[in-house]
């Protein structure tokens, strides 16, 4: 009996020799330990050694490898071939984002965001503080619980990718960015929030966003960017009202 | 603020939306019927606003069965709309009094609880009071 196969059907695009991204096809072994990843690194190694995807880690931590994997945005070093044969696998560059080559796309957007929404501890005390005990920031396990869930992205753009209101609109922050701004927000350490606020305080930031939901569906790390936006949506509403009855009050 | 035209260093192949995204997943489609309950249930108060002051000259207005059979067709709408909004609240809300978050599915029960009860009230006034036609 033969060997069994599975049929890849891949997103080429070859600048300037192709005028817009097209399907090709290859038969590659079956492996049930395989991931898609591998798939397409035999592709590389045996068929065609012009394929272009990122990868880095092969463990999910990096989140380099995100693509389209019949459909779905997937870290394809976590997709195994076992759930697809079978059936073949068609699998493609992360919808809403430029092409480069290939299954590479432009994540510039995304970093550009990333970068304005401040992704990090501020405070203006740090070399200020004494030395010994109270130099340290100290937080209590409760208090980190109130962020952990949103501290595990790893800014595959997975969620970017689920999400049609980005989509759609190119001028949103977008989940990822939004979830690590209310990460960064909800951390008790942190006095950075009135930087943040008008970054994603606006149409193009959390009111852009009309709770589709998929973000958190795909997340593979189970972070829940829907989550950040609604309850940033919330805080932004409470300062408004709170600015409102009481203009004196400092947020 | 970020660039509303973020560009690119590098050429690339524009994104471009299928007309009919929403058609290709389920959940994108009971997102858009989500959205589109909202439609129904501003038309109905439209309507019902613009019906108003003919209670007075003609109180069958509201009787007519093209009027019921909308309203009753409203109705699942807003109910389908206002049962996916309860349902979200407990993702919405984060609430920690003490040690623990309050569970996300205690916050859904209660809301619905209130929702029920407040329609139930709202249902007995509208049964026992005059309607004066």
């Given at each position: 009996m033969a060997d069994p196969t599975m049929t890849f059907a891949v997103t080429r695009y070859r600048p300037p020799d192709d005028r817009e991204p097209v399907t090709q096809t290859y038969t590659i072994p079956y492996n049930e330990d395989w991931v898609v990843l591998d798939a397409l690194q035999y592709i590389k190694d045996h068929h065609d050694g012009t394929l272009s995807f990122r990868w880095s880690c092969h463990m999910g931590i990096c989140g380099s490898c995100g693509m389209m994997v019949n459909g779905e945005p997937k870290l394809t070093c976590a997709a195994f071939l076992r759930d697809y044969y079978p059936h073949g696998v068609k699998v493609e560059p992360l919808a809403n984002f430029p092409v480069i080559r290939d299954l590479v796309v432009d994540i510039e957007d995304f970093m550009n965001k990333l970068q304005e929404v401040k992704p990090y501890i501020i405070r203006d005390d740090v070399d200020t503080a004494p030395i010994g005990k109270g130099h340290e920031f100290r937080q209590s396990p409760e208090e980190t619980e109130d962020f952990r869930q949103f501290?595990?992205?790893?800014?595959?753009m997975l969620c970017y990718s689920a999400c049609p209101v980005y989509g759609m609109e190119k001028s949103f922050i977008g989940p990822a960015a939004i979830a690590l701004a209310h990460r960064y927000n909800m951390d008790s350490r942190d006095k950075g929030r009135n930087l943040r606020m008008p970054v994603i305080g606006n149409s193009e930031g959390i009111w852009e966003c009309t709770f589709v939901g998929e973000c958190s569906v795909v997340c593979p790390k189970h972070v829940d960017p829907a989550a950040a936006i609604q309850r940033s949506k919330l805080a932004t509403t409470n300062d408004f009202m709170m600015g409102m009855v009481m203009p004196w009050r400092k947020r | 603020m970020h660039s509303p035209h973020p560009v690119s260093r590098v050429p690339s192949y524009p994104w471009h939306m299928p007309?009919?995204?929403?058609?290709?997943?389920r959940t994108y489609m009971l997102y858009m019927v989500r959205e589109l309950t909202a439609v129904f249930a501003a038309l109905w108060v439209v309507l019902f606003l613009a019906m108003l002051p003919q209670l007075k000259t003609d109180p069958s207005v509201m009787r007519s069965p093209i009027w019921i059979l909308f309203s009753l067709i409203a109705l699942l709408f807003v109910l389908y709309h206002a049962f996916t909004w309860f349902n979200l609240m407990g993702t919405v809300l984060y609430f920690r009094p003490g040690k623990a978050p309050i569970p996300g599915k205690l916050i859904i029960a209660t809301m619905m609880v209130v929702w029920i009860a407040v329609s139930l009230f709202i249902i007995a006034i509208l049964m026992t009071a005059p309607l004066g036609y």
């Open positions: 501290s595990m992205c790893i800014n595959c | 007309s009919g995204w929403w058609l290709k997943k």
